[in-house]
């Protein structure tokens, strides 16, 4: 088995360890694509090992039900509820005409200014978060729309929003979507949903998923227009506080 380490912790093959938007006392625990779900005597071990490390608290990244049931079962609680949709690809909505390049190094501040203008503090990426959407799956599109595109004129090296989709096999994920507020309802989020869409398609991934705070209901209308489908169930972002483990 394969063994990583955060601050001395030993992590297995089932997760992944990490600090929560750059909070040093908050670990942040994700399933590697495609692994088991952790029993709950491997969440109660790492969770022993994070407060020996000196985290207060650990969050989850979102889980299914069977995913999430070694963590509830460990002791953790529901911090967020979400929705989770699916599309299948076998009919896209055509490309649209705003212009999109690839997003570049030199892009991520104002990528990230922006997911903290979309964004309600629990949610928002900081630089590690976003290196771990673009690296949680093997391949990744990270795509942006210049700020001349949403109102015709404007800097092009400026952003307006961005998309990160990701693909594992035949599995597509768009890991995040954000659209600068004084851009939204021109279309740009449409456009790179699309466009991560296309590229998943030509890759041979035959579903793609998405999940959206359940709060977020433009959001999720946008996915549901484009030819999601709501699945039942949903995910959960899950907590714990590590003191006296």
């Known amino acids: 088995m394969g063994v990583g380490a955060v601050r001395g912790v030993a992590v297995g093959d089932h997760l992944r360890v990490g600090s ?3 909070d040093d006392r908050v670990a942040y625990l994700a399933l590697h694509v495609g692994g088991a779900a952790p029993t709950v005597d491997a969440v109660r071990r790492t969770c022993a090992a994070l407060a020996r490390e000196g985290y207060a608290e650990a969050v989850t990244a979102a889980l299914g039900p069977v995913e999430a049931r070694g963590f509830l079962l460990a002791g953790f609680e529901v911090r967020e509820r979400l929705h989770l949709l699916a599309h299948d690809l076998r009919a896209l909505p055509p490309a649209d005409s705003v212009a999109l390049r690839r997003g570049r190094r030199r892009d991520r501040p104002a990528v990230l200014a922006i997911d903290a203008r979309a964004f309600a503090p629990f949610w928002r990426l900081d630089e590690p978060a976003l290196d771990e959407a673009l690296g949680a799956t093997p391949s990744a599109r990270f795509r942006v729309v210049p700020a001349a595109t949403g109102h015709g004129r404007g800097d092009p090296d400026e952003v307006a929003g961005y998309a ?9 994920f768009l890991q995040r979507l954000a659209v600068d507020p004084d851009h939204q309802g021109a279309g740009l989020g449409r456009a790179l949903v699309v466009d991560g869409l296309i590229w998943c398609r030509r890759r041979g991934v035959e579903r793609v998923v998405v999940n959206t705070q359940e709060a977020n209901e433009r959001a999720r209308q946008l996915y549901l227009d484009l030819g999601f489908r709501q699945l039942p169930g949903g995910l959960a972002v899950l907590r714990s506080a590590l003191a006296g483990r």
């Open 20 to 22: 929560w938007r750059g």
């Open 164 to 172: 990160v989709t990701g693909r594992a096999g035949r599995r597509g």
